[in-house]
């Protein structure tokens, strides 16, 4: 999904652990020009999440911390980083629609839309 001219990745994958999410993310991050990424997998009944973001995307107003808090917080967890990188995790596997949805909504207000 485009915003603002951002490109904006928010998915649930399947992965083995948290090293290989990030991964994950490195790789869909560097495929994109302007653009964030929020990554989410359940493993072992909890919740992982990893937030990117290109230093153009973050010059757009794109904070993967404060991105990656909101998400873990609607799950019953926290977590946070840098603008450009952050990792979560969340107690409540049941709630990774929800924190996809999050993350989404914050990305939006980030980039005025």
């Known amino acids: 999904e485009v915003m603002n001219g951002v490109s904006v990745v928010v ?3 399947t992965v083995a652990d948290a090293d290989a999410l990030r ?3 490195d790789q869909v991050r ?3 020009t302007d653009g964030a990424v929020l990554l ?3 493993t072992d009944g909890k919740l992982i999440f990893v937030a990117m973001a290109t230093p153009s995307a973050v010059k757009k107003g794109i904070h993967s911390g404060n991105i990656i808090r909101e998400a873990a917080k609607t799950a019953g967890g926290g977590g946070g980083g840098r603008p450009d990188m ?3 995790g969340g107690k409540d596997a049941s709630k990774l629609a929800d924190a996809l949805e999050a993350a989404k909504n914050t990305i939006k207000a980030q980039l005025g839309v």
């Open 11 to 13: 998915s649930a994958i």
């Open 23 to 25: 991964t994950a993310a």
């Open 30 to 32: 560097d495929r994109l």
């Open 40 to 42: 989410a997998a359940e």
């Open 86 to 88: 952050a990792q979560a």
